[in-house]
């Protein structure tokens, strides 16, 4: 059984490629909300994680994603969310790693 520091891992190793693709809002779309139900697994519905990750990637269908445009220069174009979450995700890995040591 996979550790949460794995299943975050996880998560966060899915960024390269949804950049490396567009990113497509579709992929991306599908990782926000797959990396969502995972922080409300983890750490429970309305978490201060589960909270934190929604301020970085927006609430509702298409400030998740769907339907959202690159908007390379945009602070809230998908490039800067992924750069956010890739920053909150390496954040909640440490410290789920520092809480089991």
């Known amino acids: ?3 949460p520091a794995e299943k975050l891992r996880r998560q ?3 960024v ?3 950049r490396g693709r567009g990113p497509v809002s579709y992929d991306y779309g599908k990782w926000v909300d797959g990396t969502h139900r995972l922080l409300a697994t983890l750490f429970g519905e309305r978490s201060t994680e589960e909270i ?16 959202l445009p690159l ?6 174009g998908m490039q ?3 750069d956010r979450a890739e920053k909150y995700l390496r ?3 440490a410290g789920v790693e520092a809480a089991a040591s």
Do not use: K, Y
């Open 1 to 3: 059984m996979s550790t």
């Open 12 to 14: 966060l190793g899915a």
């Open 16 to 18: 390269p490629g949804l």
């Open 52 to 67: 934190g990750f929604l301020e970085i990637v927006g609430e509702g269908a298409e400030a998740r994603g769907w339907g």
């Open 71 to 76: 908007a390379p220069d945009n602070p809230w």
């Open 80 to 82: 800067a969310r992924l």
């Open 91 to 93: 954040g909640l890995i």
